[in-house]
T-cell receptor, first 114, second 109 residues
């Protein structure tokens, strides 16, 4: 069965510090991968998605970036965090085209920027 | 632009039936999904409608009317564990979803 891992679970970082969140998927190959951010009590905002190694689509221009160095690894980064970057970051994987409506989410990382 | 509107909160009692509506306006449309998210947890997939009509999965049903840009999630025989946030999401391209703002469902005894 497929499993998606995210770490860390919680993170407190000062403004201006760098960020690296990692997501890995097991049990499937060549998945679509997604990074979402959710502010408290709000909906999910798609940040980046990837359909293959090295292929990144950015949905929201901001000080975050994403990379996919391996088929089942997706990394979210920032060089300098802003207060507004606080939130719940979720990684998800989805099936190809015909089943892209069904996405499976990792446990998430709760980021607080102080 | 793209927007999906849902009521912010719905309350109901155990055993009742509740309907959560979703209206959407998106640049593309390939189907409507529903997700459930408990507090502090990750969203989980509930159902999907690509065509007009009703899809039933146990106590949950989902309906879509593409001509009205409208769908709903129907939860029957409500249980306390159904208290959660529910999100509709439009598949606006082959590879991605656009999520609504979510409806918080509170089920009371």
């Amino acid at each position: 069965s497929q499993t998606i891992h995210q770490w860390p679970a919680t993170l407190v970082q000062p403004v201006g510090s760098p960020l690296s969140l990692e997501c890995t998927v097991e049990g499937t190959s060549n998945p679509n991968l997604y990074w979402y951010r959710q502010a408290a009590g709000r909906g999910l905002q798609l940040l980046f998605y990837s359909v293959g190694i090295g292929q990144i689509s950015s949905e929201v221009p901001q000080n975050l970036s994403a990379s996919r160095p391996q088929d089942r690894q997706f990394i979210l980064s920032s060089k300098k965090l802003l207060l507004s970057d606080s939130g719940f970051y979720l990684c998800a994987w989805g099936g190809r085209t015909s089943r892209s409506y069904e996405q499976y989410f990792g446990p998430g990382t709760r980021l607080t920027v102080t | 632009g793209q927007s999906l509107e849902q009521p912010s909160e719905v309350t109901a009692v155990e055993g009742a039936i509740v309907q959560i509506n979703c209206t959407y306006q998106t640049s593309g449309f390939y189907g409507l999904s529903w997700y459930q998210q408990h507090d502090g947890g990750a969203p989980t997939f509930l159902s999907y409608n690509a065509l007009d009509g009703l899809e039933e999965t146990g106590r949950f049903s989902s309906f879509l009317s593409r001509s009205d840009s409208y769908g709903y999630l129907l939860l029957q025989e409500l249980q306390m564990k159904d208290s959660a946030s529910y999100f509709c999401a439009v598949r606006d391209g082959f590879q991605k979803l656009v999520f609504g703002t979510g409806t918080r469902l509170l089920v009371s005894p």
